[in-house]
């Protein structure tokens, strides 16, 4: 499976932006998708995580309340809203697949099989 990540930029802070990673390749129906993100001082961290098959999600603590990710089936496209952003979500987001997803797992990195190329979010004044 391939992903293709988009809608990074630089916005304000308490601003908000869309992230966007479609799928291609093989049937994506027992793949749970995950956004993660990366600085140059921190390791990759997991942010959320949706299943493709029933929807349920994941969230990180530091994004609980502000993102909501999502998916549209028919666009094979999954989403993540990003809501009061701060400075501190400045980084590289990364979308990822993981099959045959267990919910425990959703949140690690090396769980993940498959991964986009990353879109860089800045957050400043």
């Known amino acids: 499976v391939q992903l293709q990540a988009s809608g990074g930029g630089w916005v304000q802070p308490g601003g908000s932006l869309r992230l966007s990673c479609e799928v291609s390749g093989r049937t994506f129906s027992n793949y749970a998708m995950g956004w993660f993100r990366q600085t140059p001082r921190k390791d990759r961290e997991f942010v959320a995580a949706?299943?493709?098959?029933?929807?349920?999600?994941k969230y990180a603590d530091s994004v609980k309340g502000r993102f909501t990710i999502s998916k549209d089936m028919a666009k094979k496209t999954g989403y993540l809203q990003m809501n009061s952003l701060k400075a501190e979500d400045t980084a590289v987001y990364y979308c990822a697949a993981l099959y045959a997803p267990i919910t425990s797992t959703m949140s690690h990195v090396s769980a993940y099989d498959s991964w986009g190329q990353g879109t860089l979010v800045t957050v400043s004044s």
């Open positions: 949706i299943k493709w098959s029933g929807g349920s999600t």
